[in-house]
């Protein structure tokens, strides 16, 4: 089990450094994000989502928001996993295939409607279908629509996820995945962008 | 699944009290056992029909509970709570989560005094002009939940003009952040009713 604080990590937070102090002063926080990671990426029981399957669907996610730190980590974790490096070229044509900007999607019928955004209904190319296998189709096209429009979903998705054999119990595992790297990937892009500036005064700054 | 019949979606975003109702069977009460309540953090809990449905997944709960609540309520130092409930606030109502957005809304109001001006973010959007500090926070928030994430320097230069140290600025990417999380899970495994 790792001991590296995963956010640090990837946001390139040094021992020492002056984020390391302010990230200790929500220790808690600091904690049971790690805490988060670990039960979804090693957890005790993985139960029927197999550690593949996360880290096929962290890959998916991750290169969703774009080449970083995050989705390089990912990368390597599933290439790393006996049943996972064979996903590995399927996912990446995937995330070129699923490609775009978000949030998007549909408010419920009412004056919000004006605010409605069309976009991407993401399906995986049918080529690819057989390499996945129906568990994981179904869950990158369910993460396709927390990714970019979360405001669409609806019980029918969850429908479709208990007709390619996801239970109750594995709905909401693969969600709180999906959602927790949707948290994790704005930390250490927040935490970067925040490291960068460092040193650099916001006067001259904002002069630029 | 049998309650979404019952359901009464509310239409805008609002500071009203709102329901929310699963769309898969939460654990019955009576089953949830001390590894669950270990999940749950606060016994309390339990009678959440929310942290009941999550629950099935009790380790990853814990931990999501815990870090939520150091990130907004842990005011020994740093953004005062206000502010980041209006990241909160403002994320849901950019990602379109009306149960959320109601909830952090109406904590915005109770810890600033400021009911109107988020009912303006709630009804106007996220363009709304709050002031310069709380236009810098909404805005930074907004970066932050774009996919791909737009947040950068500008949004930094932008919150220390509007008075924000780095700290502070921590706890709006973490309450932001959070939020990311948050509004999925609402939006995506139930529905709020009126």
């Known amino acids: 089990m790792s001991t590296t604080d995963i956010i640090d990590t990837l946001a390139g937070i040094e021992p020492g450094s002056a984020l390391d102090a302010i990230r200790a002063r929500r220790l808690q926080a600091r904690d049971n994000a790690q805490k988060s990671y670990l039960s979804l990426f090693e957890p005790l029981d993985a139960g029927e989502v197999s550690l593949a399957v996360r880290a096929a669907v962290a890959v998916f996610v991750a290169g969703l928001h774009g080449e970083s730190p995050v989705s390089a980590f990912y990368r390597a974790k599933l290439a790393a996993n006996a049943d996972g490096a064979a996903l590995v070229e399927a996912i990446e044509a995937e995330i070129a295939r699923g490609n775009t900007s978000g949030p998007y999607g549909a408010f419920p019928a009412g004056p919000l409607s004006i605010e409605n955004k069309a976009g991407l209904i993401y399906r995986v190319s049918a080529d690819r279908k057989p390499v996945l296998g129906a568990r994981l189709v179904a869950a990158l096209e369910h993460a396709h629509l927390l990714v970019f429009r979360p405001r669409d979903a609806a019980s029918a998705d969850i429908k479709v996820l208990l007709a390619a054999g996801w239970s109750d119990t594995g709905i909401v595992t693969l969600s709180q995945l999906v959602a927790f790297l949707s948290f994790q990937l704005r930390v250490v892009a927040g935490l970067r962008s925040l490291g960068a500036s460092l040193g650099r005064p916001a006067s001259a700054a904002a002069n630029a | ?194």
Not at chain 2, 19 to 28: Q, R
Not at chain 2, 65 to 75: C, E, H, L, S, V
Not at chain 2, 102 to 121: I, M, W
């Open chain 2, 1 to 194: 699944m049998s309650a979404a019949s019952t359901v009464n979606p509310p239409v805008i975003f609002t500071q009203d009290e709102l329901g929310w109702v699963s769309w898969i069977d939460p654990l019955p009460e009576a089953e949830l056992t001390e590894r669950h309540f270990a999940g749950l953090v606060d016994r309390s809990r339990a009678k959440s029909e929310y942290f009941r449905l999550l629950v099935r997944d009790p380790e990853v709960l814990e931990a999501r509970t815990k870090t939520d609540k150091d990130i907004f309520y842990n005011t020994a130092d740093g953004l005062p709570r206000a502010e980041r409930e209006l990241a909160a606030a403002a994320t849901s109502r950019y990602n379109g989560c009306i149960y959320c957005a109601s909830v952090h809304a109406r904590f915005a109001s109770t810890y600033s005094k400021r009911r109107d001006d988020v009912q303006r973010l709630l009804d106007e959007g996220i363009k709304a002009d709050l002031g310069e500090r709380w236009n810098a926070v909404v805005k930074a928030s907004v970066a932050l939940a774009a996919t791909p994430i737009a947040f950068g320097p500008d949004n930094i230069d932008e919150l220390r003009r509007a008075g924000l140290d780095d700290a502070e600025i921590v706890d709006v990417i973490n309450g932001a952040s959070f939020f990311n999380w948050a509004n999925r899970l609402m939006l995506s495994l139930g529905e709020p009713t009126k």
